[in-house]
């Protein structure tokens, strides 16, 4: 089946440093979508992507999905205390009914 | 609004017993999803429906599973008998659209 590979698996940073992680796919996706969730929640959509080679932004967050629709990338600019969570990115072939869910990127950050 | 709410939040049960997890979705969304997850495997589809109907159930892991949506404000999930394995946390999502709201989840142990 499909999977998705994300990096790297954990990070520890500075604040006010940025971040930058991706997702690689064997298989086409039609849609891109990053997830952020905190302990004990489930994850919450930060951004969605859904044509080849598009960049959006969602505040501090840019994300670009790649022009062979096998890949994504998440940057977070100025990092804060509260991005600490775990980092998902979700591809669909469809219209984002049936998502595939990446291993997760471990977001820790020190004061 | 009301997002997606999910009980119990919390449930431990031993071997073999019948364990019912239950969801209201969002007022107005037409998919509804489960999903499982692991630290092993990570956040897995189980089922969805749209409309009340279920389209995809590839990702019940067997027969023990079982999901139902008798009406567009609630479903449930239900393992019988339940197996240490089992023990993950299982997380509820609906969506109108393109983006999938997740609940909080509802952590199963079995012992």
């Known amino acids: ?28 996706f039609n849609t ?3 997830y952020k969730q905190d302990p004990g929640e489930g994850p919450v959509l930060l951004i969605a992507l859904y044509k080849a080679g598009e960049l959006t932004s969602n505040g501090r ?7 062979t629709r096998k890949d994504s990338f998440l940057n977070i600019s100025a990092s ?5 969570g775990i980092y998902f990115c979700a591809g669909s072939t469809g219209t984002a009914s049936k998502l595939t869910f990446g291993t997760g990127t471990r977001l820790q950050v020190m004061l | 609004d009301a997002g997606v709410i999910q009980s ?51 990702g019940m892991p067997e027969d023990r599973f079982s999901a139902k949506m008798p009406n567009a ?8 008998p339940s197996e240490p394995r089992d ?5 509820c999502a609906s969506k109108r659209g393109n983006e999938q709201f997740f609940g909080p989840g509802t952590r199963l142990t079995v012992l």
Not at chain 1, 10 to 19: C, T
Not at chain 1, 61 to 67: V, Y
Request: glycine share 6%; charged share 15%.
């Open chain 2, 73 to 80: 404000s609630f479903s449930t999930l239900k393992i019988q």
């Open chain 1, 61 to 67: 967050l840019t994300a670009q999905f790649g022009i």
């Open chain 1, 1 to 28: 089946g499909q999977q998705l590979n994300q990096s790297p698996q954990s990070m520890f940073i500075q604040e006010g440093e940025d971040v930058s992680m991706n997702c690689t796919s064997s298989s086409i």
């Open chain 2, 8 to 58: 119990p939040r919390h449930e431990v049960t031993e071997m073999g017993q019948e364990v019912t997890l239950r969801c209201k979705p969002i007022s107005g969304h037409d998919y509804l999803f489960w999903y499982r997850q692991t630290m092993m495997r990570g956040l897995e589809l189980l089922i969805y429906f749209n409309n009340n109907v279920p389209i995809d159930d590839s």
């Open chain 2, 87 to 91: 023990s993950a946390v299982y997380f």
């Open chain 1, 32 to 34: 891109w979508l990053w």
């Open chain 1, 80 to 84: 804060i205390p509260s991005d600490v």
